[in-house]
C-alpha cells in the first residue's frame, strides 16, 4: 500500500520538550498512518519515549503542535486524549494484579459501552445491557490475542509473555484509533517476540489501526514495520522504510558509534536500550 493511501492519523509539528536545562525532544516532526506500523527507535537518550509522552499528554511541550485526526489535541489533558482515541501501552507492565484477566481487559472496554453514574449506582437495565456488552468486547479481545482460555485467571498468576497479551488485549479492546506501543517485546523471549510481531501486523492489517511502535528489538522493527523515524540526541536523524533506515549509513553510526571492537561486533539488534 502507498502512503498516499494511508489516512493520516497524527501529526507532530516542530515538538519541542525540555526538561530544565536539557532538551529531550528539539523540533521534531512525526507523522502516523493508518493502516500501518509507524516505528520509532534509536539509540539511549534519543527521546522516543519523550515523543509517545509528549503524544499521550504525560509530558508538556514547550513549543509545537500534535493534530490527531486534524485536530489539535496539545492542550487535553491524558484522559480525554485516550477518550478521543488515543491509547497506549507501557513498558513497565500496568495491569491491576488484583482482578481477573476477563476484567483487566473490561477496564478498557467503557469507552465503547455507555452509562451514568447512577445507572450504576441503582444498578438499571442500561448499565446491565452495559456491562454485558463490555464482557462480548473484552472477550473478543482477549481471543485475538490467543488467551481467551485464561479469561478466568487472576492476572496475579499469568507468566509475563501472557500479561504482555493481557496488555495489549486491554488496549484494543477500547477499539483505538491510535495505538501506542511502548517497547512491548521487554522481557519477552524469542518465540514470545515472534507473536507479539505478529499480533502488531494483525491489528495494522485486521483491524485497519494506525500504529506506533517504540522498540528496540530491531528484527521486530524491520520485520513489521511500514515507516520508521530514527531519533538522535532528541532530533531527527532519518525516516523512511525499513530497508532505507537500514541501510543508512548514519543509522549505522548511531547504533554502532565509534566504540570498542566488542560494542562494534554487537550491532543495532543487540544493543538495546
Do not use: W
Not at 99 to 126: F, Q, W
Not at 162 to 180: Q, V
Amino acid at each position: 500500500m502507498t502512503e498516499a493511501a494511508r489516512d493520516i492519523m497524527l501529526e507532530c509539528r516542530g515538538v519541542t520538550v525540555r526538561f530544565g536545562g536539557v532538551t529531550a525532544l528539539d523540533n521534531v516532526n512525526f507523522t502516523a498512518r493508518k493502516p500501518a506500523v509507524n516505528a520509532i527507535i534509536g539509540p539511549n537518550g534519543a527521546g522516543k519515549t519523550t515523543l509517545l509522552n509528549a503524544i499521550s499528554g504525560l509530558v508538556n511541550m514547550a513549543q509545537g503542535e500534535i493534530l490527531f485526526q486534524d485536530k489539535d489535541i496539545a492542550g487535553l489533558p491524558p484522559f480525554k486524549r485516550g477518550r478521543a482515541g488515543v491509547v497506549r501501552t507501557f513498558q513497565n507492565l500496568e495491569v491491576f494484579t488484583n482482578m481477573s484477566v476477563l476484567e483487566n481487559v473490561m477496564t478498557g472496554c467503557h469507552r465503547r459501552v455507555k452509562y451514568s453514574v447512577l445507572d450504576a449506582v441503582i444498578k438499571t437495565p442500561r448499565y446491565f445491557r452495559s456491562e454485558r456488552r463490555c464482557r462480548e468486547l473484552a472477550m473478543e479481545a482477549l481471543d485475538f490475542v490467543g488467551i481467551a482460555h485464561m479469561a478466568d485467571h487472576a492476572a496475579a498468576e499469568l507468566p509475563f509473555g501472557s500479561l504482555r497479551l493481557l496488555e495489549l488485549a486491554r488496549a484494543i479492546s477500547s477499539d483505538p484509533d491510535l495505538l501506542l506501543l511502548d517497547e512491548p517485546a521487554a522481557g519477552l523471549n524469542m518465540r514470545e517476540t515472534r507473536t507479539l510481531g505478529q499480533l502488531i501486523a494483525r491489528i495494522r492489517d485486521e483491524l485497519g489501526k494506525a500504529v506506533v511502535l517504540v522498540e528496540h528489538d530491531m528484527d521486530l522493527v524491520m520485520n513489521i514495520s511500514d515507516t520508521i523515524i530514527v531519533l538522535q540526541f532528541g532530533q531527527e536523524l532519518t525516516r523512511g522504510t525499513p530497508q532505507e533506515v537500514q541501510n543508512n549509513p548514519d543509522v549505522i553510526a548511531a547504533y554502532l558509534g565509534e566504540e570498542d571492537d566488542d560494542d562494534q561486533q554487537q550491532g543495532p539488534a543487540c544493543r538495546q536500550n
